[in-house]
Structure formats: C-alpha cells, structure tokens
C-alpha cells in the first residue's frame, strides 16, 4: 500500500503563512487531495489532484507537488483554520490516507 | 443540496452482524460510485469499499481487512447505499462515513455513523 507520510502537528499565529506537507512512499503522479477536518465534523474537501481549489474553499489554501511531496498550503491562516488536515491518493490501489496534521492557531 | 445520511450505527458484539445505510439527495446518485470510509478512534482514514454505477456493472471494491466480511451494495430505486458487515472484530471499531467518490477523490461526505464492537 503507498504510505502517505505527514507531521504530527503545527501551531501558527493569525496572519501567517502555513505549509502542510504530504510525502508519498511511491510515486501517485498528480493523484493527491487535502481534506480539512474540524473537531466533531465529518471531513471537507479542500484540494483536489494536488493544486486544484475545491469548490467554495477560499483562496486562502492552494496546494502543490507532483511524484511523492505534495504541500497544501494556507496563506494568511485565520483562527477558524483550526483543524486535523488530511492528504489522500487515488493513483494506487487501495486508495490511502495520511495520518492527518492537527493545526493549532496560537 | 447534497445529502448523505447515515444510519444503522451501534455496539454490537464481537462476531456479529450490523447493516449501514446511506440515504442521499442532492445529486445524481444512479451515476455515481459510491463509498464508505471510517475513521478509527485514533483518528486514522481508512478506505473501506466501494461501488461503481451500473455503466461499470456495479463493480465492487474491498479493502483487505474487511475482504470477505463486508458487502457494499446500492438501490439506485432509493438513492441508498449500503454496508452489510459481518463478523465484526473489535478494530472494526469506527466512526463510517458514506462518501461520494467523484473523479478520484471523495468529495461529500456524509456526517457518519458510530459502529463500537465490543462484548
């Protein structure tokens, strides 16, 4: 199974620029999304094929990569940004998850 | 709008059975492949199975730790979705979630529905 690799946890302040990174154990070409989840919520999609915005999400986040590194990025970050962020492939069966990345806003 | 609904949810004993259903609106369900999902108490995704639409002739899709044991099928009558689980095992433990897999990724999700194996 490709194993998608993402750090634990992230704290920023209002106003920053964010990056949350996503490495694949092999390659998922430009088969990468980013979902965002908030405490007791179901997750949203954000990102879809590594770099296209899902529709009503604000242009705050976008996100890049190609291969096996893939960022999402949040640009500025605002409080109600708090959330568990999620990458997932869908180039190689089965279609897998990372670990999740919990953003704190200071 | 799109809606997916589940329910069925609840504890039940190691060994046994429990049947998940998801009712959508919203969309046109007889073209779409549909999914389920579940997200452990740790907090981890995991893809569960899928079902294609009746153009691909309802081809079904199963992650290994539920082969054999799990059954998705769909009503394209009811708009619904299902998930029939037997023999369930304690780390079948999860929040499921139904999913609408659009062009190769999940884009709406339903609320989801708690399934706690235990004896």
């Known amino acids: 199974d490709t194993v998608l690799t993402q750090s634990p946890a992230l704290a920023v302040s209002p106003g920053e620029r964010v990056s949350i990174s996503c490495r694949a154990s092999?390659?998922?070409?430009?088969?990468m999304h980013w979902y965002q989840q908030k405490p007791g919520q179901q997750p949203k999609l954000l990102i879809y094929?590594?770099?296209k915005v899902a529709s009503g999400v604000p242009a705050r986040f976008s996100g890049s990569g190609s291969g096996t590194d893939f960022t999402l990025t949040i640009d500025p970050v605002e409080a109600d940004d708090t959330a568990t962020y999620f990458c997932?492939?869908?180039?190689?069966?089965?279609?897998?998850f990372g670990s999740g990345t919990k953003l704190e806003i200071k | 709008e799109v809606q997916l609904v589940e329910t069925g949810g609840g504890l039940v004993q190691p060994g046994k059975s429990l049947k998940l259903t998801c009712a959508t609106s919203g969309f046109t369900f007889s073209d779409a492949w549909m999914d389920w999902v579940r997200q452990s108490p740790e907090k981890q995704l995991e893809w569960v199975a899928q079902i294609k639409d009746i153009s691909n002739n309802y081809a079904a899709y199963y992650a290994e730790s539920v082969e054999g044991r799990f059954t998705i099928s769909r009503d394209d009558s009811k708009s619904s979705v299902y998930l029939q689980m037997n023999s369930l095992k304690e780390e079948d433990t999860a929040i499921y979630y139904c999913?609408?897999?659009?062009?190769?990724?999940?884009?709406?999700w339903g609320q989801g529905v708690m399934v706690t194996v235990s004896s």
């Open positions: 094929k590594a770099s």
């Open positions: 999913t609408y897999y659009g062009n190769y990724y999940f884009d709406y």
């Open positions: 092999e390659g998922v070409n430009s088969y």
């Open positions: 997932q492939q869908s180039w190689n069966d089965p279609l897998t």
